[in-house]
C-alpha cells in the first residue's frame, strides 16, 4: 500500500476579494522511501499542498475537497457537505454533484467491508452518514435525473441546513475536530518539514539545541521507553527484551511499564542528531545567530528527523545556500534517505535540485499538478507543454550552450483562474478544445500522467502550431 | 589583458571596510578590516558581458559597487575611458554616474512603491538634467520602456509598482538604468530573485539590449548556469580575489583553479541520470577579516603543497586567454588530491600528534587520526561517518 495518498485535494483561501483556489485538485501517492520533488513557480500551491499534509493550513485556508491518507488513516478531508455547497455555485455543479456523491459513497462501502483502525474514522464515518443519507436521497428520485433548477435549488437547501445554523455548525465542527486529531498523532511524529529559509525558522531567543530537545519533549510519551518496578529502574532505550506479550525487562523477566522520555534522553538524542547530520556537537547550545546558513539549515534537518519521521517534507531546502553549502545539504539529504530510508518530499522552483535528489517528481502550476510520475521519463520525454517550457528556461553547465525560451507572459490569478486548462493563455500549442474545457488526466506511460488535452501528442513529439 | 576597446581597465583594486567594535575593544586590539576586494585585476572591452561568480561574501557585489562608484575604493586604478575614476568628486563624478548605471538584484525593493513607472524612470534624466521638457522625457522614457519590452508604453508609464509582476518591475529597473544611454551597466543579480520561467526572458532582453547599443556589461550572479548563459567572460572570485579569469566555455570545460573545479562540481545539473559526486573541497569560508597567509585557498584546497601557504600566487595567463591564480594551473588536470595534509593535528583516538608527513587517516569533518587508530574505531569519532 502506498504511504501517502492525497486525492484530488482542494485547498481554498478566504481573502477580502473572494476565494483563492491555492490547490485544485491534486491527485497523487508516494510509496515508503520514495523520494518526490515537487517543482513549479512561486504561488502554483507546492507550499500550500505539503501544509495541507501536515495539517498546518493558516485559519483562513481550507481544505474543501478531496482526501489526504497517511499509513491508512484520514489526516486530511474537506468536509462533504461544504464541498458539495462550493460545487453548486460552480457551472458544472449537476456532474460534480454527482462524482462527490459517488466518491463519498464509494469510500463508505469500502470502510464498511473493511473497518479501519481508528475509532475516530469511524466516527467520522458515522457522523457523515446522514449527509450522505440526504443526498443520496434526493439525487436517486426518479425526477431528479436530469439538470434542473429545482434539483439545485433543494440540494442547496439540503446543504444549507447541514453546514449553516446552530446544529449544523456543530456537527461541521464536531467533523473537523476528529480530522484534526487525526492529524496530530502523525505531525512531526511520522511527518516533519523542514521549513522554507532556515534563517528564520528557529526562535532567535533559544539556544538550537534546546529547540530540538524541546521537539522531542512535546512527544515523549510515545517513545518505546520502559520501567522495571522489579529492580525500579529505567530500562534505557532498545535494553527490553521484546515478546509477543509486550516487552520485558532483560535482568528479571517481568513486565515493563511503558514510561515517557526523560530532559536528559532527549539531550543525549539531541547530541546524537547533530553527529548525524555533520555538525559538531560543541555547538549544540549555540544562539541560531551563531551559526552559518549552512549549519542552520542542518539543525533544521536534525529537528525534523527528531522523532524518527517516515516521511519528510523539505520546503526550499536550499535556496538560501550557496552553491557549495547547497551541494553538502543534497549530499547530506541523500545520505539520510540512504540510512535512514525516509520517504521525502522536496519542494523547490530548481528543476535541477530536483532531478538531483528524487525519483519522482510533480511539476504544478496554477494549483494543478500539470504532470506526475517518474523523473527519468518525465526529463526524457514530458508530456506536457508548460514542462517543455520549463525545461528551455533553464541553463546548464553540461552541454551545449542553447537558447533559453521564456515562457510568455505570467502566471494566471488564482482568485478567478482562466476557463479550461489553466496553462492555455501562454501555451504554446494551444487549441479550442484548451479555451473551453479542462484537460483530463492522461497515462502517458507506465508511472507518467499528464494534465493536458494533447499529452500523448506531446508525449510523441508530434506537436501542433496554435490555432 | 589590454587591448583596443578596452572600456574598464581595473588595477589591484582594493576595497577594506572597517570592523566598528566597542570602545573598549578598540583600546585592546588594532584596528580590524574586512578584506572585500582584494586586489583585483580585470579588463572589460566595449560589447563584452563579463560575468562574476562566487560564494556570497567573497567580494562580487563590491566589486560592482566600486565600479559605479557606490564605493570609494581603499587602493588601486580603475580606468575608466582611460580617466580613473577611483578619486573622482563632485561635478565629475556626476558626469561618471550618468555613463554607468546599474541594475539591483531585487525588483521588489529597487523600486519606490510612490512612484509610478514613469516618475522611477525619469528621475534619472531629471537629476542629469537630460530633456528639456516633460514632453521630451516622456517620449525618452517611452522609448527606454519598449526597448525593455514593456509595450505599449503608455499603458505601463503611469502605474505604480504594485500593479505590476515581478518581470515587468525588473525590465522597468532594466528601462530606468538604460534611460540615460550608459556606457556601462552592472548588473548585481538581476534574475535570482526572479521565478524560472520570467528569467529566460529578462535574459534574453540583457542580451538583446546588450547587441543593440554594444555596451559592455558586468553580469554579478552565484549562479554559474545563469552566468554562463550570459558572460563572454567569467571572473570566479574567492575571498576577495579573482582566482580565474577565462572566456566563459572555456572555463566550464577547463578549470584550471581547484575552486573553480570545485564550485562547478557543486553545480546540480537538470538531468536526473547525472548525479554527481561529491564536492572537492573541505571545510567552510574563512572569516574575510583574517584572510589566509599564501594562496587564500589553500585550507580549503585538496591539491595544496608547502609552497602554496607561503607564498600568494599571481593571477597569471596559464593558457592563452585563460587567467588563473594558482602556482599549479597547469597541472589540475594530471593532479590527484594529495593525500597527506599541510597542517598537522592531534588524533581523536589517542591524542598524540600526528607529525608532518607521517601516514593519517582523514575525514572528511575534517579530523584525523591514526592509520592504527582508525582500524579500532568503526567509523569518524565526531561525525560517525565509515572511513
Redesign the interface.
Known amino acids: 500500500m502506498e504511504m501517502l495518498e492525497v486525492r484530488d485535494l482542494k485547498v481554498y483561501f478566504d481573502i477580502l476579494k473572494g476565494t483563492v483556489k491555492a490547490v485544485d485538485g491534486v491527485s497523487f501517492n508516494l510509496g515508503a522511501g520514495q523520494t518526490m520533488g515537487l517543482v513549479g ?2 504561488g502554483c500551491g507546492k507550499t500550500t499542498t505539503a501544509f495541507a499534509v501536515t495539517s498546518l493550513l493558516p485559519t483562513n485556508g481550507r481544505i474543501v475537497g478531496g482526501e489526504i491518507y497517511f499509513d491508512g488513516k484520514l489526516v486530511g478531508r474537506g468536509d462533504v457537505a461544504d464541498e458539495v455547497a462550493t460545487v453548486l455555485k460552480s457551472e458544472k455543479w449537476f456532474e460534480e454533484t454527482k462524482a462527490i456523491v459517488a466518491r463519498v459513497n464509494h469510500e463508505h462501502e469500502n470502510h464498511k467491508a473493511q473497518p479501519p483502525e481508528s475509532s475516530e474514522l469511524i466516527t467520522l464515518i458515522e457522523d457523515e452518514e446522514p449527509i450522505l443519507q440526504t443526498l443520496n436521497d434526493i439525487l436517486s428520485k426518479p425526477e431528479n435525473q436530469a439538470e434542473s433548477e429545482e434539483l439545485k435549488k433543494k440540494l442547496e437547501k439540503a446543504v444549507g441546513k447541514l453546514t449553516k445554523g446552530g446544529s449544523g455548525m456543530r456537527h461541521k465542527k464536531r467533523r473537523q475536530r476528529l480530522i484534526d486529531r487525526q492529524a496530530r498523532t502523525i505531525r512531526w511524529w511520522q511527518v516533519s518539514m523542514i521549513f522554507q529559509s532556515a534563517m528564520n525558522a528557529f526562535n532567535p531567543v533559544y539556544r538550537v539545541g534546546k529547540q530540538i530537545t524541546e521537539a522531542l519533549m512535546v512527544h515523549k510519551d510515545r517513545f518505546r521507553l520502559y520501567h522495571c518496578e522489579n529492580c525500579n529502574e529505567d530500562v534505557k532505550e532498545g535494553k527490553e527484551v521484546n515478546t509477543p506479550n509486550g516487552a520485558i525487562c532483560a535482568r528479571c523477566k517481568s513486565p515493563l511499564v511503558h514510561r515517557t522520555l526523560t530532559k536528559r534522553e532527549a539531550r543525549k538524542k539531541t547530541l546524537a542528531l547533530f ?2 547530520v ?1 555538525i ?2 560543541s555547538r549544540v547550545d549555540g544562539f541560531p545567530h551563531e551559526f ?1 546558513g ?1 549549519m542552520r539549515q542542518r539543525s533544521m534537518i536534525a529537528m525534523a528527523l527528531a522523532c524518527g519521521p517516515k516521511l519528510l517534507i523539505a520546503d526550499e531546502p536550499t535556496t538560501a545556500l ?7 545539504v ?2 547530506e539529504i541523500r545520505d539520510l534517505q540512504k540510512t535512514l530510508g525516509i520517504a521525502m518530499i522536496i519542494i523547490t ?5 530536483v ?2 535528489v ?1 525519483e519522482k517528481i510533480g511539476i504544478m502550476y496554477a494549483g494543478k499538478l500539470f504532470e506526475w510520475g517518474n ?2 521519463d518525465i ?1 526524457d520525454k514530458p508530456a506536457n507543454p508548460y514542462t517543455l ?10 552541454g551545449h ?1 542553447q ?6 507572459g ?2 494566471p490569478d488564482l482568485k478567478n483562474p482562466p476557463p479550461g486548462c489553466s496553462f492555455h493563455p501562454r501555451c504554446p500549442f494551444v487549441q479550442d478544445k484548451c479555451r473551453a474545457e479542462r484537460p483530463p488526466t492522461v497515462l502517458v506511460a507506465p508511472d507518467h500522467w499528464s494534465y493536458c488535452h494533447f499529452a500523448g501528442e506531446v508525449y510523441a513529439g508530434k506537436l501542433r502550431e496554435a490555432t | 589583458m589590454e587591448g583596443n576597446g578596452t572600456v574598464f581597465s581595473v588595477r589591484k583594486l582594493v576595497k577594506y571596510f572597517p570592523v566598528k567594535g566597542g570602545f573598549a575593544s578598540s583600546l585592546y586590539t588594532p584596528e580590524q578590516f574586512v578584506h572585500a576586494v582584494d586586489g583585483v585585476n580585470f579588463d572589460i572591452s566595449k560589447g563584452e558581458i563579463l560575468g562574476m561568480v562566487g ?2 561574501g567573497c567580494g562580487k557585489t563590491t566589486t560592482g559597487r566600486l565600479l559605479t562608484r557606490l564605493e570609494t575604493p581603499t587602493s588601486g586604478q580603475m580606468l575608466f575611458h582611460g580617466t580613473d575614476i577611483g578619486k573622482l568628486e563632485g561635478r565629475k563624478l556626476k558626469d561618471f554616474r550618468r555613463k554607468v548605471q546599474m541594475i539591483f538584484q531585487d525588483p521588489y525593493e529597487s523600486l519606490n512603491p510612490r512612484f509610478t513607472v514613469f516618475a522611477t524612470v525619469a528621475e534619472p534624466l531629471l537629476v542629469h538634467g537630460v530633456g528639456e521638457s516633460h514632453d521630451e522625457r516622456e517620449d525618452m522614457v517611452a522609448r527606454a520602456l519598449e526597448h525593455a519590452e514593456l509595450r505599449p508604453a503608455q499603458e505601463f508609464m503611469y502605474r505604480y509598482p504594485h500593479e505590476l ?1 515581478g ?2 518591475r525588473q525590465r522597468v529597473a532594466i528601462a530606468r538604468a538604460l534611460a540615460l544611454r550608459p556606457e556601462f551597466v552592472v548588473a548585481d543579480e538581476p534574475v535570482s530573485m526572479l ?10 532582453l540583457m542580451l538583446k539590449l546588450r547587441d543593440e547599443y554594444d555596451i559592455p556589461f558586468m553580469f554579478i550572479s ?5 552566468t ?2 550570459m558572460s563572454h567572460r567569467i571572473a570566479v572570485m574567492y575571498l576577495g580575489n579573482i582566482v580565474e579569469l577565462a572566456p566563459s ?1 572555456d572555463i ?1 570545460k577547463n578549470p584550471m583553479h581547484p575552486y573553480t573545479e ?15 559526486g ?2 572537492e ?1 573541505r571545510g ?1 569560508l574563512p572569516s574575510p577579516i583574517a584572510v589566509p597567509p599564501g594562496c587564500s585557498f589553500h585550507p580549503r584546497c585538496l591539491y595544496r603543497r608547502d609552497l602554496c601557504s607561503e607564498v600568494k600566487p599571481p593571477l597569471r595567463e596559464a593558457a592563452p586567454g585563460h587567467w588563473a591564480q594558482c602556482h599549479f594551473a597547469e597541472e589540475i588536470k594530471t593532479r590527484k588530491p594529495d593525500d597527506v595534509p599541510l597542517e598537522t593535528g592531534t588524533c581523536e583516538v589517542c591524542g598524540k600528534l600526528v607529525a608532518k608527513g607521517e601516514p593519517m587517516v582523514q575525514c572528511n ?1 575534517p579530523k584525523i587520526y591514526h592509520p592504527d587508530c582508525a582500524s579500532k574505531i568503526k567509523g569518524c569519532a ?4 565509515w572511513f
Open positions: 513557480e512561486s553527529d548525524l555533520g559538531d556537537r552559518s549552512g550557496d552553491v557549495i553549502m547547497q551541494d553538502r543534497l549530499a522552483h530548481d528543476i535541477s535540485v532531478a538531483e528524487s523523473i527519468i526529463f517550457g520549463l525545461m528551455n528556461a533553464f541553463p546548464s553547465i553540461k550552450k537558447r533559453l525560451k521564456s515562457i510568455p505570467s502566471p | 560564494e556570497s509582476s518581470g515587468q521565478d524560472v520561467s520570467i528569467r529566460a526572458g529578462i535574459m534574453n552565484h549562479d554559474v548556469s545563469v554562463r548563459y566555455e566550464i570545485a564550485l562547478l562540481s557543486a553545480v546540480p545539473v537538470p538531468d536526473p541520470k547525472t548525479k554527481h561529491r564536492v573541497i567552510d569533518c565526531i561525525c560517525k561517518r
